[in-house]
């Protein structure tokens, strides 16, 4: 069997396996849903996770180490894992194949031929590796999740591709899956996919940080491509389909050479071969970078945490609208962690995460924060799914009993995400005199954290004089009533310091529940009040899980709305004296 | 095989020896890299608070409980009078001692208005216990308006440096937290700690006010200003707050200046109409009993802050039995 061969048959495998993760990505137990898949081995396997996260976090998180075993076989074989395994890289080399098709043999050596702006990659890797080793006076941040092929991936097969799937008939979703602002994921995703007409693995040769940072740990590959004879006759069919653009015919370039092996069967005298010597006719093993650039992109790095956090987003002007899953860390360790992978997004059963916009300053672009208009309920109270599938624990893996506050949390309280706001000038009760509390009787926590305060109300012209009272019915004077608009049992009669509840009235009859009523004297005036029930929050209770919220029948901008105040993760956000 | 083919498979031998040693290396380094960082147990929600800073007491024991009352409205004589009558500056400052006088600075308003301790009784204070023979004299406080401009405005910088004291202006990295045992409410708070480093003795020098919330802001409610973050949740139990902060801060004497008393619309003032003239300073080893003295100057019955800290024991309410030395 061709080499070739071999390697299609691993990046096919790869590929499905990684798109198999991400439609088992659904909370549940059966064997097309979570159960134990490992979600995130692609993630982990992917070193430039592993290796940025350990920058910022100055640890290694679980399955992270994943990616040392990948850096370790890249130094023994180079970068195997963009041509093999990297299943984004198998998105590109397919397009690129196929645009590759309608070239001539001319156009497609020139489009596979080295060139100097492949040292784009090396740069990008050093800003957002500065970016996370350098505090600034402020702290570090994690910004490789924006280009990290993994994350970049599953980014757009969860949110994108998966939401289109769930508009079809397929089981994909009980639901259509929405993503507020994920439009640009998808229209990123077109974009590098479409550049591969233009240059095959555009993203791998120009933009990929992973395969810089591969490409550095491969200088010295104990085993490399390269020609056994420095003479040929420079046919150039070895760059006819050269996924790398790593110059396999003249000095090849070892840190840009994807191992894609296309060289080795099309070489007609069999001069390419992965070998232990390096190429006959030379190499060049170092990436392709210059002094002046690697110290102005590290100059870009250090300032670029600061420069993206002076809108102070972090600290006094924060966004009360950023609202993160349960369990995240305070927003400067989640900054640290969250690699924008989409994971939570995917799993979240209510479909409450959102990718991020830039309301928590640029940082949050792509980052989880809830949304309780879109899905199908608020933060559903005995679920910790997101968490639990955080690669990295910027939303820590919380037990149930930690996010209910109970057993051996008790201590601590329930976790809380924000805190719920009735804006009384949109409320039903408070603003129109209208009977409703729907928020209170979905309110998930016990004892619930609204509750309410009763009074009664006068309705609108409901000034009334009695012209002659019978059997219960008063007949009114002047006036005309709705008729029907009082009997539905929550309106009474105000009269002489006494509520009367009214079952049914016309135009000119009022009729009153009860037998014991009294005598209501012709010529007397009462008026007919509605009784309410305006909710209220108890901010000692709430925790914020929007269930109220996604339930107002106030459905445009909701009379009741979650706020991140009070969240357990940012003391600075504390609303409340905690006693004792 | 020729000379040379021999050469070329030597030359090549040692090229691939010398990379297996750099990839072995590598490796090596990569496996204890993994070996060194690699962790199981996930963060928690909130990073464990920082060590939290304990403070001494810089009460004198042996000058026991006291309280002086000067008349008078040149602050510089009513308070050398007051200090002479508790036995003297020196009786409290010795030499080498580190002293913080902690000011009520609060607002970026002028003396005359006032709402921030006056300067030039800081000034004479910052004298005194140079003269006394302290090593340094700071000036401190964690205003509500701009600190800057509130030490500006209020003549307390230029008065600090006329005087030779050092004037410590909260900035970012000023706070740690701290923690008072059996409190209910400060817990990890941060607290302006930079200034009180290594400090011997402390004053409390403030300005007698009305306020809105607690009912005066006297001696002890200008410990509040030693507190950092989000402070103002604690005007949900104000009471409270006042009473652990004077149970958490052992002061060597506090200054009640009450030349000037701010009877209404405290704590900013802000109209001279505000103001009465009381001419009285009063210096007391017991903040409580200075308070209690206070509280009667602006009219007010026992307010809940002082009975709190009477309960804790903090100190006496009653300072007619510290039997008041009125000069």
Known sequence: MKITIARRITQIFFFILFMWFCIVTVWGTRWNELRGWPINWILELDPLVGLSSLLTTHTLY??????????????????????????????????????????????????????????????????????????????????????????????AINLILISIASHLPLGISLTPRYYEGAGIIGVLFILVLFLNFWKPRFYCRYLCPAGALMAVFSRSALWRI??????????????????????????????????????????????MAF????????????????????????????????????GAALGQNW????????????????????????????????????????????????????????????CQLNCVACGNVCPT????????????????????????????????????????????????????????????????????????????????????????LKSGNYGGGDYFLAYENNYYRIISNTEKT?????????????????????????????IEKCIGCGICEHECPVSGLRAIRVTAENETREIQHSLLLKRG | MTYQEDEIRNMNRREFINRSIKASLTIAGLASVGYVFYRNNPPEILTAPRQNISLSDYSISKAGKKIAIARGTKRSDTLTKAIGALGGIEAYIQKDDIVLIKVNGAFATPPELGATSHPELVQTLISLCLKAGAREVRVSDNPINDPESCFRLSGLEQATRNSGGRLFLPGKSSFSPITLSNGKLIKNWPFLWTPMKNVTKLIGVAPLKDHHRSGASMTMKNWYGLLGGRRNIFHQDIHTIIEELALLIKPTFVVLDATVTMMTNGPT?????????TGLMIVSTDQVAADAYGAELLGKPLLPFIRNALKAGVGTADYKSLNPIMT
């Open chain 1, 62 to 155: 679980r399955g992270l180490a994943w990616g040392i075993g990948t850096l370790i076989l890249t130094v023994v074989f180079g970068r195997f894992f963009c041509g093999w395994i990297c299943p984004f890289g198998s998105m590109h080399q397919f397009f690129g194949y196929w645009g590759s098709r309608f070239k001539t043999f001319k156009k497609r050596v020139e489009s596979n031929q080295y060139h100097k702006s492949q040292n784009i990659k090396y740069y990008i890797l050093v800003v957002f590796l500065v970016m996370a080793a350098i505090p600034m006076g402020t702290s570090v941040s994690l910004a490789t999740g924006l280009l990290d092929p993994i994350p970049f991936a599953h980014r």
């Open chain 2, 269 to 277: 003032g802000g109209s001279l109409d505000d103001l009465k003239p």
């Open chain 1, 275 to 310: 070998q232990r010597t390096p190429s006959a006719a030379g190499e060049i093993t170092e990436p392709d970078v210059t002094r002046r650039g690697l110290i102005l992109s590290g100059i870009m790095g250090v300032a670029a945490v600061p420069v993206l956090r002076v």
């Open chain 1, 510 to 538: 009022v009729s009153l529940e009860g037998d014991g009523l009294p005598i209501f004297e012709p010529g007397s005036s009462g008026e007919i009040r509605v009784h309410l029930m305006g909710p209220v929050v108890d």
């Open chain 1, 393 to 480: 624990s910027a939303i820590r893996p919380l037990k149930l009993e930690e996010k209910l506050g109970i057993g051996p949390y008790r201590e601590r309280g329930p976790v809380r995400m924000g805190t719920a706001f009735v804006d009384t000038t949109r409320c039903l009760p408070w603003a129109m005199n209208i009977p409703c509390i729907v928020c209170q009787e979905n309110c998930p926590v016990t004892p619930k954290a609204i509750y309410l305060k009763e009074y009664y109300s006068p309705v609108r012209d409901g000034k009334i004089n009695i012209e002659h009272f019978q059997d219960g019915q008063l007949t009114i004077q002047g006036k005309s």
């Open chain 1, 319 to 378: 966004n009360p609208g950023l609202i993160r899953p349960p369990g995240s860390l305070s927003e400067v360790e989640f900054l640290k962690r969250c690699l924008k992978c989409g994971q939570c997004m995917k799993i979240c059963p209510t479909n409450i995460i959102m990718p991020g916009g830039v309301e928590g300053g640029f940082e949050s672009l792509w980052t989880p924060i809830l949304n309780f208009r879109i899905g199908t309920s608020g």
């Open chain 1, 226 to 271: 390269g020609k056994s004879e420095a003479d040929c006759s420079a046919c150039e069919l070895c760059e006819n389909h050269c996924e790398g653009a790593c110059d396999p015919f003249g000095k090849i370039r070892i840190s840009e050479c994807l191992l894609c092996m296309n060289c080795i069967h099309a070489c007609n005298r069999q001069f």
